[in-house]
């Protein structure tokens, strides 16, 4: 599952670079409530 998660972040970051500053402050942003939710379940799981 993580491998997964860090292709998608992967994913993601490549696409920052080639977006607008604009977007890339929300994504940035949803990258850390991505993160923060991942955290949380694997804190809740375990």
Known sequence: IQ???LKAL???LK???E???ALKTLIGL???FFIAVIKV???TKF
Do not use: R
């Open 41 to 43: 379940n694997y804190n």
């Open 3 to 5: 491998m997964l998660v």
């Open 19 to 21: 977006m607008p500053s």
């Open 10 to 12: 992967i994913t993601k």
């Open 15 to 17: 696409l920052l670079k």
């Open 30 to 32: 949803e990258i850390e």
